[in-house]
């Protein structure tokens, strides 16, 4: 605590670390955990009792994949920051293995509103969690990272296909299968693969233990900074691991008179219906506990303010007229106050205002977007907490382009611009 904010270039840096080590929602959890246990707080275990928690600086991980950080002073008002933890990927299926034409392949699933195209021809590794069972008979789960190009989709080449470059259906049954090796090499065995993975992580994994398994694909290319002055930055999961990414570093810093509060949740690509989703209880649990009392935590929530963090849409220079022409967000012009008339935002007048206060006093810029009138509009966890809490709420986020990509693009400055108004906001 206490710590003077990052400058630019060492909290890009930063910001690129905690991408690598994020593949998954369980690995952007855990990163986050890492960073907050590094600045001295404290996990809470849901399973003990909490009693009344003296003042101090506490995190709760629900799922592996849902963290909720904060400071705590005894009762007040809350300073809340929310961001989600999962990205769209490919996900395996529990029994993946099929064999074609020589070629091993692994059967995945969509998880979310996945951008299919850019899968095509990149090298992919897998990481996610696995169940197995220890030498004395017990169940366990570790998370685990490959780190390693296991697989490709490779694209139909022209020559047998000359409509490729037009619109084209993607069959994601048959076309989107990753091909993980040749029948016949031994080291392509996948369950050997994933043994050894485990084994090199948990030495006391029993080698027939069962295993099941929830792993993702993820592109292998790390994130890179582009642009003739490094003016972007490009990566996969961008969506919304920088929010997470800001959200943290403002907990960090904290050292606001209320109690400062992040919750990055994990399902908001599915829909957040889940134990860890932010349709789920998580918040409310840990607000319970924290305010057992009805009365006082109504009056606390009452007082209190969320910023909710997720990427927008920045207007695409090739494509600018799938926005409004009032409303064009662009890259390095900071972060963006998002509205709806149908709620799918929970920006109000009152809340944009508070926020955008917040952005002078941090000296960010700051931009507007609302939907074109004929094209509908994305959520995020914003409506799905103020509806459940009754919390008030702006939903903002950094511009970005090819959002749900494999290799999303936002302008590196605005990063820092979010860094620096999170910050602000759990430094009044
Ligand atoms: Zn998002």
Redesign the pocket.
């Known amino acids: 605590m206490g710590t003077t904010m990052l400058p630019h270039d060492a909290c890009l840096a930063e910001l690129i670390s905690f991408l690598r080590t994020s593949p998954t929602a369980f690995h952007a959890a855990a990163s986050a955990a890492a960073l907050l246990r590094e600045s001295g707080f404290v996990q809470l275990d849901e399973q003990a009792s909490w009693g009344r928690l003296p003042a101090g600086n506490y995190f709760v991980l629900r799922n592996e994949s849902s963290l909720i950080g904060f400071t705590w002073n005894g009762g007040g008002a809350f300073r809340l920051i929310g961001?989600?933890t999962d990205?769209p990927s490919l996900r395996l299926k529990p029994n993946p293995l099929r064999k074609e034409q020589g070629c091993l392949l692994l059967g995945v699933e969509i998880y979310g509103g996945a951008l299919l195209r850019p899968w095509f021809d990149r090298e992919l590794s897998l990481a996610g969690r696995v169940a197995w069972q220890d030498k004395n008979g017990s169940l366990r789960s570790a998370l685990l990272d490959v780190q390693r190009p296991v697989a490709v989709i490779p694209s139909l080449a022209i020559h047998l296909n000359r409509e490729a470059n037009k619109q084209q259906d993607i069959n994601s049954q048959t076309e989107l299968v990753p091909l993980a090796g040749l029948i016949g090499e031994a080291a392509t065995d996948f369950q050997h693969l994933l043994r050894e993975q485990l084994r090199s992580q948990q030495p006391d994994a029993e080698p027939a233990g069962l295993i099941d398994h929830e792993l993702f694909f993820y592109d292998a290319t790390p994130p890179a900074l582009a642009g003739l002055h490094q003016e972007f930055i490009v990566s996969a999961r961008l969506?919304?691991l920088v929010?997470c990414f800001a959200a943290v570093q403002a907990l960090r810093l904290a050292d606001a008179q209320d109690n400062c509060l992040i919750i990055l949740n994990d399902h908001?690509?599915v829909g957040s219906v889940s134990a860890a989703g932010a349709k789920g209880p998580l918040l409310r649990d840990v607000l319970e506990r924290l305010l057992p009392e009805t009365e006082a935590r109504q009056a606390a929530l009452r007082k209190s303010f969320f910023i909710s963090a997720?990427?927008a849409h920045a207007v695409h220079p090739n494509y600018a007229a799938k926005h409004d022409p009032q409303h064009l967000p662009q890259l390095g012009k900071g972060p963006v106050i998002k509205f709806n008339a149908n709620q799918r935002y929970a920006t109000t007048a009152a809340s944009a205002a508070k926020f955008r206060q917040l952005c002078t006093k941090a000296d960010v810029p700051v931009q507007e977007f609302v939907s074109r009138s004929d094209m509908g509009c994305?959520s995020?966890i914003g409506p799905l907490t103020a509806a459940e809490l009754g919390v008030e709420t702006v939903d903002v986020?950094i511009p970005s382009l090819a959002?749900h990509s494999i290799r999303e693009t936002a302008a590196s400055v605005d990063c820092w611009h979010l860094c620096r108004v999170l910050r602000t906001f759990f430094q009044p």
Do not use: L, V, Y
Request: a negative charge; hydrophobic letters at 15%; zero cysteines.
């Open positions: 961001a989600h990205s969506d919304n929010s908001e690509e997720d990427n994305g995020t986020g959002m």
